[in-house]
């Protein structure tokens, strides 16, 4: 079995991927690391929910520090960008970066991220900072599956009815929690 660090942002987006690797002879090591969640109450819940699922398949989770401040820093200047902008991939590259670093420790050479799985996101963008992630970690693969595919999607909101996840309605920095309630 080919172990496979898989970045996650939350339980419902990690849901058919998990099972389809399980399924597909990979033994996945969930990280979840997301700086970029706000309010904190709103990362919280997301994380429990994902250590809850990752508990009930038996499927190791690592829990990646929540430093938003940090985050902040880093997207100084793009905070008036819009959704899939250039804030989006340096928020990107910040976490796959981590990923591929977690990866390295770990002595697991391939890494994903369910960020490809999320209706949210540019897939263009994932792939871009995934593929620069891995040229900054020696030793490390950005798998660059487009998780949305193969059924994927349809078993996803299956597994969140199944699962009674938490489904939040904008991808967790406070950014896009305004261009949301705008929205509305």
């Known amino acids: 079995m080919t172990e496979v660090l898989l970045h996650s942002c ?51 989770m690592i829990d990646g520090d929540y430093n938003h401040q940090q985050w902040c820093e880093e997207m100084k200047g793009l905070e008036d960008q819009p959704e899939r ?24 050479n391939l890494f994903t991220t369910t960020l490809a799985s999320s209706r949210w996101k540019d897939l263009k963008q994932i792939n871009e900072a995934g593929l620069w992630a891995e040229q900054q970690v020696a030793g490390t693969r950005f798998w660059d599956k487009n998780w949305r595919k193969d059924g994927l999607q349809e078993r996803r909101n299956q597994l969140l009815k199944e699962n009674n996840f938490y489904n939040q309605q904008y991808c967790g920095c406070e950014f896009s929690l305004k261009a949301t309630k705008n929205r509305e």
């Open 85 to 108: 902008g250039q804030r989006c991939l340096q928020c990107f590259k910040m976490r796959l970066l981590k990923s591929a670093k977690i990866a390295k420790e770990l002595n697991i």
């Open 10 to 60: 939350c339980a419902p987006c990690s849901s058919a991927i998990l099972e389809w690797m399980l399924n597909n002879n990979y033994t996945p090591v969930v990280y979840y690391y997301n700086p970029n969640i706000f309010p904190s109450e709103e990362y919280e819940i997301r994380k429990k929910e994902c250590s809850r699922y990752t508990q009930q398949l038996g499927v190791r």
